[in-house]
């Protein structure tokens, strides 16, 4: 197309239901505003309640006061202000992110409480341009070579990107093609932009070993292939 260009990672393929399954990402690039439109591959939080633009659902007051709570067994809301909309939204983003985050406690099966600390974890994953969590341990750390490559085309193709527009949390996200290239610098190198130990510990690194046992080998048998979206 004049307008439209593409290009795709086969991300892996996993052993699912008896059968192998195959993850795609595919980037696509138009041209005449300079944008770069991804699924999955990269995302930006912002680090305010207030400024996002994400789903509507997710920043439903009622929403992110129920999240918002020190623990489960509080029988009440706390009141609604900015400052508790903004802990429910910080609380919710690391959920989303992590599925099982460092400071979620599960103290029996009715009750959660959050430790200190959870701020601290989300300062740093917000706020800047990232491969988020569940992208880059369940599907790209299986295939670091593969996804430095797709990353090396994109920004190789397309140096004259001026914004990024994922399909989850913010959108459009002034960007370029240098800035996609540091999101992706932990192919070289998986120490850098490392997220908290922690917070993969008990939800992400688990299911990783899953995903990781069950890669598939096979090159005769044709896979099912999907586009691999967490929310």
């Known amino acids: ?29 138009h041209l005449p505003t300079r944008s770069l439109i991804v699924t999955d591959a990269v995302a930006k939080i912002s680090e305010s309640y207030a400024s996002s633009q994400t789903l509507t659902s997710l920043l439903d007051p009622q929403n992110l006061l129920l999240i918002a709570k020190q623990s489960t067994a509080e029988p009440n809301l706390p009141e609604d202000t900015p400052y508790q909309r903004q802990v429910g939204y910080e609380k919710t983003a690391l959920l989303i992110s992590y599925f099982f985050p460092e400071h979620e406690e599960l103290i029996d099966p009715t009750k959660v409480v959050w430790t200190d600390g959870w701020h601290d974890n989300f300062q740093r994953l917000s706020g800047r341009l990232l491969v988020p969590p569940v992208v880059r341990t369940l599907l790209y750390e299986t295939n670091l070579v593969g996804v430095n490559e797709f990353a090396n085309r994109i920004t190789t193709r397309w140096k004259g990107m001026v914004q990024i ?67």
């Open 165 to 231: 527009i994922p399909a989850h949390w913010e959108a459009p996200i002034p960007a370029t093609a240098t800035d996609l290239q540091q999101a992706f610098r932990f192919c070289d190198d998986p120490s850098l932009d490392a997220f908290p130990s922690a917070d993969l510990a008990r939800g992400l690194r688990p299911l990783a070993k899953l995903f990781s046992s069950s890669t598939s080998t096979t090159t005769t048998t044709k896979a099912t292939q999907y586009f691999f979206c967490p929310e």
């Open 1 to 29: 197309s004049s307008e439209i260009q593409y290009e795709t990672l086969a991300i892996g393929t996993f052993s699912f239901a008896g059968g192998p399954v195959t993850f795609f990402e595919t980037a696509f690039y």
